[in-house]
């Protein structure tokens, strides 16, 4: 692309959008107190996920097909999803285990035995998993803006191979974002990686789409922002 659309902002919206970003992505925490032993006494916490390569339906002990969520957060996208679909299969990766930690606290009193929660850099991806994901959620990735950088974007060509293999049969790849930048280049990644765009959206809220909201998205839509959307779906073999 030739104009830099990562760094377009509303111009009326500018000031409070620039403030409340810090704000969201302050959102994150860092260095929470023995984060790592503290997810470790966590049910929904896989310590050792490469020991479920190639068979993550042992651990749930069904069929059913699995979704990831890379990048999870502090996980309520994931855990309004389990809930809503019993019969679908949840894994939440995240890299900050001080971020995780929020997530897997949310669910300490209830039972969901369709989500799991693992502390991993998605770069790790084909270490995990083996043919047997249906759908990867990419919410409000880190949209990693300067040119240098873009093979760490999360649909970058690099990252879009990784996944090859880690999907069952048919990929699907679910993208929210309020950056138009990231949702731009994404857009040419996936068409250029053979995916096609089943729905596309600038602007979430107003289509008929089903849609369960991220904490960066409640926040980010509250500013008045625009969700941009797109469901890619590449056929087996293709
Ligand atoms: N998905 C959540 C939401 O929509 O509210 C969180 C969005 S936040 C902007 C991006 C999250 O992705 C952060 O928690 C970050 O630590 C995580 N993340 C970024 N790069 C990652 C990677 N390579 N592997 C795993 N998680 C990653």
Redesign the pocket.
Same mark, same amino acid.
């Given at each position: 692309m030739n104009f830099d659309l990562f760094s377009f902002k509303a111009p009326p919206l500018k000031t409070v959008y620039e403030k409340n970003k810090k704000e969201v992505i302050n959102m994150?925490l860092r260095n929470v107190k023995n984060s790592q032993e503290r997810l470790e006494q966590s049910p929904y916490f896989i310590k050792n996920p490469k020991e479920y390569k190639g068979k993550w339906h042992t651990l749930f002990k069904n069929q059913n097909p699995i979704h990831l969520?890379? #990048?999870? #957060?502090?996980g309520? %996208?994931l855990i309004t999803m389990a809930k809503k679909y019993p019969e679908i299969n949840f894994i939440g990766?995240?890299? %900050?285990s001080s971020?995780l930690l929020r997530a897997t606290e949310k669910v300490e009193n209830e039972s969901l035995p369709n989500l799991y929660f693992i502390c991993? *850099?998605?770069?790790e991806i084909q270490e995990i998993f083996d043919h047997e994901i249906s759908t990867i959620y990419l919410? %409000?990735? *880190?949209p990693w803006p300067k040119k240098r950088h873009e093979k760490r974007r999360?649909t970058s060509r690099n990252y879009l191979s990784l996944y090859e293999n880690v999907f069952k049969e048919e990929k699907r790849i679910v993208q929210k974002t309020d950056n138009i930048g990231l949702f731009a280049f994404s857009l040419e990644e996936l068409s250029k990686m053979g995916y096609i765009l089943n729905k596309v959206s600038l602007d979430l809220k107003n289509e008929d789409i089903l849609n369960v909201v991220?904490?960066?998205?409640e926040k980010f839509s509250q500013l008045g922002f625009k969700i941009n959307y797109v469901e890619a779906i590449k056929h087996k073999d293709s």
């Open positions: 994150r969520e890379i #990048g999870t #957060g502090k309520n %996208f990766m995240e890299k %900050f971020v991993e *850099d998605a770069k919410n %409000f990735s *880190d999360l991220t904490e960066y998205e």
